[in-house]
């Protein structure tokens, strides 16, 4: 058979459900989707059925539509490209709904595919049915309910013409989830023993699409010339830069390479966040702060370092000690959002730049730089790397914010690290080391929730390079059900698992002094047994117990999912960090 048949054989076209799904899921295939995330059920049947066959796309079954979504969302975030997710009709959609916030705040694209039943048995008490219209409301991008399916050239290709919009809508622009709801009628398997309703041909016109494969593009427009102006005419600027995924970690480096550039345009430090690329690549040591939540705790080198101007790009970084700041400072601001949304919580008085960091860097004129000023901020910066790292090097205890300052000397060149949120993606912020080589630094910012980060983890180490997960024994366990997905995993996960039995992070405020009832409404510590847990989904596990230990098992990335349990205490850390940062 020539491809066409593969696709479109008679089985495809036995009956209208059938072909709707295979014609659903060749134009996907055709537009450049690679990866379909399904779960169980029985309304889903046809394009369930139909994307099984089509051999360009790898289909991966995960029983939970919890873990599935998210699992689509670490996809998307390492590739830059959408994953598409089909479930059954009912409360499975509702399951998308956490993966689907944080996709829709991260701009990360995503097509939603949600079976449903025909409009007469909705609203009838018909069994797992539920209203799916606008069930996402304003989280995604576009949403549109696709017809019942019938065997017509034109319905067919208004489907190819609902899906290739459906792309551009997830990509361009504004990335980020679409919603494409799609009633069924039984039967819903193809029939073996009927004749095809439909010429090959007319499925394959329907499936032609006169479009390049997606690919996430930067957009055209840039700062008009007297925002430039006003941008250039600062010498005592800072560049602000925090979760910023520049579409697929594949263009990671040229973003990295573009804010440098802009840095030394300007004359302009650039304090970066951890989850962004230019921690992960090497840029000039003058240019990048990272120990800005150290520098800045000190009330004398606050004032000393204070800009006349800021420039913000993307969100800003975690660090409440930054954002302190940035209240405070009498500047002039400018943000560089990168997408048509409100990236400032300070609600400053703030001219917003268009375009991206890449545009601008091309755009912006070059200054006379302060010598005197860059210097201020390069000693302060060498000054907290001394201090932090020699506190760190002599720590023997398992300290987890020691933990990724290691992994960032001590991975292999190229590796993805994936930071949970709570405590774990703040020790990154604090302690990772710049410039390493290392690969995509990722982690949930959207909405920072505690749910989804070890299956959104898994979906970053799938098909792509080793991953670590960063996380601690709650935001573990709350996706424990994410284990599941260990089976099809196309990767290696390594998951450093901090385990302070509770929620370190609530010791870092005033609650925590309040006893009753912090620790078991707060802290609220768990009694799972790990290893078993481990053991039931034939996941090895191990106890970390020295550092020397962790390096030597971060030499090898063994296929599929392994957990590196260090036991940590959370009053230890909390008093560890006190001396750090004062």
């Not at 019938?150 to 319905?155: G, L, M, R, T, V």
């Not at 630094?441 to 180490?461: E, F, K, P, Q, Y």
Request: contains cysteine.
């Amino acid at each position: 058979m020539n491809r066409t048949e593969q696709t479109f054989d008679a089985l495809s076209r036995s009956t209208p459900n059938a072909a709707w799904g295979a014609l659903a899921m060749e134009v996907l295939a055709r537009l450049g989707v690679e990866t379909v995330v399904t779960s169980p059920g029985s309304r889903s049947t046809p394009l369930v059925y139909a994307a099984v066959r089509n051999a360009k796309l790898e289909v991966i079954p995960v029983l939970d539509e919890r873990a599935a979504a998210f699992f689509a969302l670490g996809i998307a975030k390492r590739t830059g490209r959408p994953a598409v997710l089909v479930c059954t009709s009912g409360s499975a959609v509702a399951n998308y709904a956490p993966a689907i916030a944080e996709a829709d705040h991260s701009g990360t694209p995503l097509i939603l595919l949600t079976a449903d039943r025909a409009p007469e048995e909705r609203h009838c008490g018909a069994g797992q049915t539920i209203d799916q219209i606008h069930y996402f409301g304003e989280q995604v991008r576009d949403f549109k309910e696709l017809p019942l399916p019938e065997a017509k050239p034109a319905a067919l290709c208004h489907l190819r013409q609902s899906i290739v919009h459906a792309l551009d809508c997830a990509l361009y622009g504004n990335p980020g989830p679409v919603h494409l709801n799609c009633p069924f009628r039984e039967p819903l398997q193809p029939d073996p023993v009927a004749e095809p309703i439909l010429q090959m041909e007319v499925l394959e016109n329907a499936a032609t699409v006169l479009t390049r494969t997606i690919e996430a593009v930067p957009t055209a427009s840039q700062p008009d010339a007297v925002a430039l102006e006003r941008l250039t005419s600062h010498q005592h600027g800072c560049i602000i830069v925090g979760d910023v995924n520049p579409g697929g970690s594949d263009k990671s480096s040229g973003f990295a390479k573009a804010l440098n550039e802009l840095s030394k345009t300007l004359g302009w430090p650039i304090l970066a966040d951890v989850l962004n690329p230019l921690r992960a690549h090497a840029i000039e040591a003058s240019s990048l702060i990272t120990h800005y939540h150290a520098i800045l705790s000190h009330a004398d080198q606050a004032i000393n370092l204070a800009p006349t101007a800021v420039l913000q790009i993307g969100t800003l970084p975690t660090s409440k000690v930054l954002r302190n700041w940035l209240a405070n400072l009498e500047a002039v601001t400018f943000l560089l959002p990168g997408r048509p949304v409100n990236i400032d919580p300070l609600h400053r008085v703030a001219t917003v730049l268009q375009g991206d960091a890449i545009k601008l860097s091309q755009v912006v004129s070059s200054q006379t730089a302060d010598p005197d000023w860059q210097s201020r901020w390069q000693n302060a910066q060498a000054e907290a790397t001394t201090q932090v790292d020699t506190l760190l090097r002599k720590c023997d205890a398992l300290f987890g914010g020691k933990v990724p300052w290691l992994l960032s000397q001590a991975l292999p060149e190229g590796s993805s690290v994936f930071f949970a949120n709570s405590l774990s993606v703040r020790f990154a912020e604090w302690f990772w080391k710049a410039g390493n080589g290392k690969g995509a630094l990722l982690g949930n910012r959207g909405v920072n929730g505690i749910d989804g980060n070890l299956a959104t983890a898994m979906g970053v180490a799938h098909g792509g390079a080793p991953t670590v997960l960063l996380c601690g024994d709650l935001a573990f366990l709350h996706d424990h059900a994410a284990l599941l997905l260990a089976q099809e995993l196309s990767g290696s996960l390594t998951v450093i698992l901090l385990n302070n039995s509770g929620g370190g992070v609530f010791e870092l405020l005033p609650i925590a002094q309040h006893e009753p009832p912090y620790e078991r409404y707060f802290a609220t510590p768990q009694s799972i047994d790990l290893p078993k847990l481990c053991a039931a989904h034939g996941i090895f596990h191990q106890n970390i117990s020295d550092w020397a230990a962790l390096e030597d098992a971060l030499k090898e990335a063994p296929p599929g999912v392994r957990l590196l349990e260090l036991q940590t205490d959370r009053q230890a850390d909390r008093d560890c960090l006190h001396n750090i940062f004062t």
